[in-house]
T-cell receptor
């Protein structure tokens, strides 16, 4: 099957920028997503990007997509303690709507 | 407020017992999904349903069963045939079609099942 890979852990100091990276293998990916999961909770959608875009900015969040290298990143500016969570990268294509392929998640810990 | 409600939040089961996890949504979404989450692994799709009275197996359907008798409800039964059922189970829903809405999942808060 198709794979989505992420590093498992990231530690960042409060106020710094966080960058979470993700690689995927499905060349027909249409949508790429970032979801956030706080402890003991479900996932909430943070942002998504179409595969024909290179970048998307939404307040403190910047998503960069390198389609050639199949690399997706999420940058969180001015990271706060409330940003501590697990961040999941996911992808889907036009044939697999709704059936997202998720990465293992990156645990982000923000230290004062 | 619209959303997805999963119950119970915590559930303990003895080996050999079947258990049913509830998932209800009031978002008027046609599609519903069940994912399983294990530590250090991504979410894996168990079953999904695009419409009432129809559902399909996902990647890890063995040992699970579902029903979709109402648009709002998509219960998951973890049967005794599931060899390693201890996990966090997440229900989700979405629109259908080919636009981005069909790919944006709304998740419930999850149910944690522990087999004793």
């Amino acid at each position: 099957g198709e794979d989505v890979e992420q590093s498992l852990f990231l530690s960042v100091r409060e106020g710094d920028s966080s960058v979470i990276n993700c690689t995927y293998t499905d060349s027909s990916s249409t949508y790429l997503y970032w979801y956030k999961q706080e402890p003991g909770a479900g996932l909430q959608l943070l942002t998504y990007i179409f595969s024909n875009m290179d970048m998307k900015q939404d307040q403190r969040l910047t998503v960069l997509l390198n389609k050639k290298d199949k690399h997706l990143s999420l940058r969180i500016a001015d990271t706060q303690t409330g940003d501590s969570a697990i961040y999941f990268c996911a992808e889907s294509n036009a044939d697999s709507w709704g059936k997202l392929q998720f990465g293992a998640g990156t645990q982000v810990v923000v230290t004062p | 407020d619209g959303g997805i409600t999963q119950s119970p939040k915590y559930l303990f089961r003895k080996e050999g017992q079947n258990v049913t996890l509830s998932c209800e949504q009031n978002l008027n979404h046609d599609a519903m999904y069940w994912y399983r989450q294990d530590p250090g692994q991504g979410l894996r799709l168990i079953y999904y349903s695009q419409i009432v009275n129809d559902f399909q197996k996902g990647d890890i359907a063995e040992g699970y069963s579902v029903s979709r008798e109402k648009k709002e409800s998509f219960p998951l039964t973890v049967t005794s045939a599931q060899k390693n059922p201890t996990a966090f189970y997440l229900c989700a829903s979405s629109l259908t079609g080919h636009g981005v809405g069909a790919n944006v999942l709304t998740f419930g808060a999850g149910s944690r099942l522990t087999v004793l």
